[in-house]
């Protein structure tokens, strides 16, 4: 077969489903991943091809730079909305909902762009076109793919990177238009699909949304109850290609924490006015361990001298850093949760909204395999008192032992090859 695998233009949207497309060409598949030149990434392409991956550049770079500015302008505000999904407020889908449709006007205008072109969307469909793919699995973030499967006649599933916050707001929304009380009588999702589908001379089906079935790389127990067919894929976490360090050849004498922010890096420079970072590491200077903290030259220059049990580095892959680790701090993203999961690394959680983080946080508290602090009150002496209980004390790793035996129950990527073949030859067209 022929698998076109269509993803939002960031390397934490890549990274997750590598080993899904490795699996796929080492059982004889042809595999490409598509994507724009849009996004805030400029190793986005260099990754992808590091991987072993063959990248397709779908443009849009200088296209539509003017209409992804302000999108990017207000995501960097103090009071930005994100498309976060918080359980504990219940107009947070439509804040989610809003959020997307910008985004898809912004990143898949369906209008023209200069000429009579839409960058990104026409360069998808006609790549398709082209190399006809059996089938195509698309991101939440990247609807294109299904317009471009359904152009070309595959198979199109989505291939979820978090949970799945499309779903349930498409859920939501399906109930509001079916109340005559909620005073909602257009679907929100038309501004954007009515002239994308007459563009390809396509109808509207539920399918352009959701897919006609979806892969599942999150918990099962985590995962929104929805009225959709999902395939569960297991998490394998992967970071990206490097040499390893020297200093990680050997286990640490001590118990070695791992501070990271991921590549959004918003845990210090986010709405909240900043991680007290400095103080953060006065206050661990007299713990009995290493922490390991992932800092650019501009944090270091921020901080000055690090006490002596603080290692700073720029990056080093999780999956290199976690086997020899006691504990992690972190922004709460899926892709570094996951990555804890699979070394059984208890977590503290500093939960920055971008997209599940809330929900990740409190899953991974609620099911005794770490802490959470407020982003929005950071205390560093309570962070300094929760690191110490992950480490000291052994219910947390027995909970992340917990959570690792429930990944091992979802089927991995080679195991789940045989199912993408039979449902590819089911659905397509």
Known sequence: MRILFNVFPASSHVYPVVPLAWALQSAGHEVVMATSEAGLDPKLFTNIASAGLTAVSLGGKEELADSLAPLLAAA????????????????????????????????????????????????????????????????????????????????????????????????NTQQELADPSSGLTDDPWMRWLEPVLERYGLDFTEETLLGQWTMDLTAARMQYPLDLRYVPVRWIPYNGGSTLPQWLHTRPERSRVVF????????????????????????????????????????????????????????????????????????GGGGTSGACVAFQVPQLIVPIPLWDEKVIAQYISGRGAGLIADPAAIDVDSMRKDLVRLITEPSFRTGARDLYEDMLAAPAPKDVVPILERLTTEHRG
């Open 76 to 171: 960097n505000r103090p009071d930005r909305r994100t498309a976060s999904i918080d359980p504990d407020d219940d107009n947070a889908w439509r804040t989610c909902r809003d959020m997307l449709l910008d985004l898809l006007d912004a990143h898949y205008p369906p209008e023209p762009v200069g000429g009579d072109r839409r960058p990104v969307l026409d360069t998808l469909v006609d790549f398709a076109r082209d190399w006809r793919p059996d089938l195509v699995l698309w991101d939440p973030l990247a609807p294109t793919g299904a317009v471009a499967a359904r152009a070309c006649g595959a198979a199109h599933a989505r291939l979820l990177f978090g949970m799945d916050n499309v779903g349930l707001v498409r859920a």
């Open 260 to 331: 990271t922010l991921g590549q959004t890096r918003r845990l210090l420079d986010g709405p909240q006015g900043g991680f007290p970072l400095r103080e953060f590491f006065d206050s661990v200077a007299d713990l009995d361990l290493e922490m390991v903290a992932t800092l650019n030259s501009d944090q270091l220059a921020t901080v000055g001298e690090l006490p002596d049990n603080i290692r700073a580095i720029g990056y080093v892959p999780l999956n290199q850093l976690l086997p020899t680790s006691s504990a992690v701090i972190h922004h």
